[in-house]
């Protein structure tokens, strides 16, 4: 198993900006699922995808998107930054559903400044 | 909507006690349970889990049982280490939905 890794691991960006954070999902899993943390809170489900498709969103804005593609990588892009934005995003990933539970990488730690 | 709720930290322990964890939940149809730990810096790791009433998830020295009738997941230890001391977080999925719905997350610190 080669694990869920993210890029990067700190991002510094200034509000307003756009941010593309990358995910590499663990080997056969064909489902991704994007998290926001908050400082001193539980992730919250951004969206997930299955197949490279959109399958599943939480409450969270259109300039939150997000792509899969077939070589099981994927990526969180989010538009028009605000200060809120600043979180630990995680990308997890399982085969075929989170029934059995999703491995998720290290996360990648954003700042808007 | 499913829910999780648990017990709020932090919690403060001596190396050899006792641990638990409360979680209760809230679910529309059957869920899985899933207990989470995530070290100081790090992402999460799942820690054990359930996917049907009565089942006993179990690692690391660490037992949660899946009690429907209370809808309880309570997670326990019986003997904590140093190396024990991590954020813990409760969640369930449900098979009709297609996310973890998280707890808030307990802190859990030992001291030596």
Known sequence: ?113 | GNSVTQMEGPVTLSEEAFLTINCTYTATGYPSLFWYVQYPGEGLQLLLKATKADDKGSNKGFEATYRKETTSFHLEKGSVQVSDSAVYFCALSDPNDYKLSFGAGTTVTVRA
């Open chain 1, 1 to 113: 198993e080669t694990g869920v890794t993210q890029s990067p691991t700190h991002l510094i960006k200034t509000r307003g900006q756009q941010v593309t954070l990358r995910c590499s999902s663990q080997s056969g899993h064909n489902t991704v699922s994007w998290y926001q943390q908050a400082l001193g809170q539980g992730p919250q489900f951004i969206f997930q995808y299955y197949r490279e498709e959109e399958n599943g969103r939480g409450n969270f804005p259109p300039r939150f998107s997000g792509l899969q593609f077939p070589n099981y990588s994927s990526e969180l892009n989010v538009n028009a930054l605000e200060l809120d934005d600043s979180a630990l995003y995680l990308c997890a990933s399982s085969l075929d559903s989170s029934y059995y539970g999703y491995t998720f990488g290290s996360g990648t730690r954003l700042t808007v400044v």
